[in-house]
């Protein structure tokens, strides 16, 4: 017996039949649609890069755990991009004294890392990337929040299904060393065990910051910060307020936009100030669904040139989720609008000639493969979908006519060839 290959795909990753890929595709281009509304043009670059961007920037999590590897015939180390922001800031980077900044970009990659595959998390997924670079301005985290809620509106969710939570490094930073007591040394560790604050329970959480070096009336007050909300303001210096982009935002008419949250930090080390994560409200899926932030130098690794950017990654896997949580998905597309079927194999040439005049009218449009009898083709147009036929008969043909019928009503009439367009047009509605 021969050995066959598995059919399965590598776990962690997926297929797409055409009823899901229909599905994302109608997501996607709503998503698109929004995005070039506000200004943004699409780029897009390779899918192998430098190992070293992502070990300086992505942070130990990616660097060690995550990224996919391999050394190519030059002794060069590549790696599978787990993530688009290393790739587009060398982009800009490369690209700076052609650009007029500040530039509005977004693209669409698949990304790649080495995860345990469960809910929400896979091993190669799509993510929505939106960025702004070459500007500090608070009007660009304005924007970002404004967009994030335009995005989620677009695939039909209303405001009461999501929150934006947001917070600023730099506010967290002085929270935690003049209030928790945080050393310097220990800053970077804290930070990591406030990203996983909501993920783990509280002894878990006690013990690693027993390891980090934290007391217990200093784990005692690092839970009070975290949960202070916007309370925890009013204890912090003036000048780290006054210099907070995100503080800015909160004093805005934007700030109904975003909820200050003390304990959003992200787990990406390029991060510098404002961080954010959008967060599900349904029970039913309590996760973060996607997140950013901004970051002052990450084009550092590329120019000595200052290029400031802001932006963030949606992905399908917790996008998806979300919009089947809350019965917003669409359904897939049918195949076609209509089927043009000739009645004899004499007549397949005629039956393409109407169906190009159709899909020239922007009617999604196909004809038999392998003709059978009408009635098995009536019954294959209707499973694929299709809500009209259009019947080639001789007769009809030789007189310049076509026999246009509605699936749904059973429905037909005889119309000439050059109104067979308009009529299958005003059938379908």
Same mark, same amino acid.
């Given at each position: 017996?021969?050995?066959?290959?598995?059919?399965?795909?590598?776990?962690?990753?997926?297929?797409?039949?055409?009823?899901?890929?229909?599905?994302?595709?109608?997501?996607?281009?709503?998503?698109?649609?929004?995005?070039?509304?506000?200004?943004?043009?699409?780029?897009?670059?390779?899918?192998?890069?430098?190992?070293?961007?992502?070990?300086?920037?992505?942070?130990?999590?990616?660097?060690?755990?995550?990224?996919?590897?391999?050394?190519?015939?030059?002794?060069?180390?590549?790696?599978?991009?787990?993530?688009?922001?290393?790739?587009?800031?060398?982009?800009?980077?490369?690209?700076?004294?052609?650009?007029?900044?500040?530039?509005?970009?977004?693209?669409?990659?698949?990304?790649?890392?080495?995860?345990?595959?469960?809910?929400?998390?896979?091993?190669?997924?799509?993510?929505?990337?939106?960025?702004?670079?070459?500007?500090?301005?608070?009007?660009?985290?304005?924007?970002?929040?404004?967009?994030?809620?335009?995005?989620?509106?677009?695939?039909?969710?209303?405001?009461?299904?999501?929150?934006? #939570?947001?917070?600023?490094?730099?506010?967290?930073?002085?929270?935690?060393?003049?209030?928790?007591?945080?050393?310097?040394?220990?800053?970077?560790?804290?930070?990591?065990?406030?990203?996983?604050?909501?993920?783990?329970?509280?002894?878990?959480?006690?013990?690693?910051?027993?390891?980090?070096?934290?007391?217990?009336k200093q784990f005692e007050k690092l839970g009070d910060v975290l949960g202070a909300g916007t309370a925890l303001l009013d204890e912090l210096p003036a000048a780290v307020k006054e210099s907070s982009n995100l503080v800015?935002?909160?004093?805005?008419?934007?700030?109904?936009?975003?909820?200050?949250?003390?304990?959003?930090?992200?787990?990406?080390?390029?991060?510098?100030?404002?961080?954010?994560?959008?967060?599900?409200?349904?029970?039913?899926?309590?996760?973060?669904?996607?997140?950013?932030?901004?970051?002052?130098?990450?084009?550092?690794?590329?120019?000595?040139?200052?290029?400031?950017?802001?932006?963030?990654?949606?992905?399908?896997?917790?996008?998806?989720?979300?919009?089947?949580?809350?019965?917003?998905?669409?359904?897939?597309?049918?195949?076609?609008?209509?089927?043009?079927?000739?009645?004899?194999?004499?007549?397949?040439?005629?039956?393409?000639?109407?169906?190009?005049?159709? #899909?020239?009218?922007?009617?999604?449009?196909?004809?038999?493969?392998?003709?059978?009898?009408?009635?098995?083709?009536?019954?294959?147009?209707?499973?694929?979908?299709?809500?009209?036929?259009?019947?080639?008969?001789?007769?009809?043909?030789?007189?310049?006519?076509?026999?246009?019928?509605?699936?749904?009503?059973?429905?037909?009439?005889?119309?000439?060839?050059?109104?067979?367009?308009?009529?299958?047009?005003?059938?379908?509605?």
């Amino acid at each position: 017996m021969p050995e066959y290959l598995p059919t399965a795909p590598y776990r962690g990753t997926r297929d797409f039949l055409p009823p899901e890929m229909s599905v994302r595709t109608q997501v996607f281009d709503h998503l698109y649609d929004v995005l070039e509304r506000y200004g943004y043009l699409r780029y897009d670059g390779p899918i192998l890069e430098s190992a070293e961007i992502y070990e300086k920037k992505s942070g130990q999590e990616i660097a060690d755990q995550q990224l996919y590897t391999l050394t190519d015939r030059g002794g060069r180390r590549l790696a599978l991009r787990p993530e688009m922001t290393p790739s587009v800031a060398r982009m800009i980077a490369g690209h700076a004294g052609s650009l007029q900044f500040p530039v509005r970009w977004y693209s669409h990659p698949n990304c790649h890392r080495y995860e345990r595959p469960q809910r929400g998390r896979v091993r190669e997924h799509w993510q929505i990337n939106a960025d702004i670079f070459g500007s500090d301005s608070a009007n660009c985290e304005i924007e970002m929040f404004e967009l994030i809620h335009d995005l989620m509106r677009g695939v039909g969710a209303s405001d009461d299904m999501f929150v934006v #939570r947001a917070n600023d490094r730099n506010l967290l930073s002085a929270a935690l060393t003049d209030l928790v007591g945080v050393t310097g040394e220990q800053l970077p560790q804290v930070f990591g065990l406030v990203d996983r604050w909501e993920k783990y329970d509280r002894d878990r959480l006690a013990e690693q910051a027993e390891e980090i070096g934290l007391g217990d009336k200093q784990f005692e007050k690092l839970g009070d910060v975290l949960g202070a909300g916007t309370a925890l303001l009013d204890e912090l210096p003036a000048a780290v307020k006054e210099s907070s982009n995100l503080v800015q935002v909160l004093s805005s008419d934007a700030a109904s936009l975003v909820r200050f949250e003390p304990m959003i930090v992200r787990g990406l080390a390029y991060y510098t100030s404002t961080v954010f994560e959008v967060f599900d409200t349904s029970p039913e899926n309590s996760r973060a669904l996607f997140g950013g932030g901004r970051y002052s130098d990450l084009a550092g690794m590329f120019t000595p040139q200052q290029i400031p950017g802001i932006g963030f990654g949606m992905g399908d896997v917790t996008l998806i989720d979300f919009l089947e949580t809350h019965g917003l998905a669409p359904k897939p597309r049918s195949e076609v609008d209509v089927v043009v079927i000739p009645v004899a194999e004499e007549l397949a040439g005629a039956a393409r000639k109407v169906a190009t005049e159709l #899909r020239g009218a922007g009617l999604r449009t196909s004809t038999p493969i392998e003709l059978r009898k009408l009635g098995k083709e009536l019954t294959r147009a209707d499973k694929a979908g299709a809500r009209a036929v259009v019947i080639v008969g001789q007769e009809d043909w030789d007189a310049g006519n076509v026999t246009v019928r509605s699936l749904a009503t059973r429905e037909q009439r005889v119309v000439a060839l050059s109104g067979a367009a308009s009529a299958v047009t005003e059938l379908l509605g």
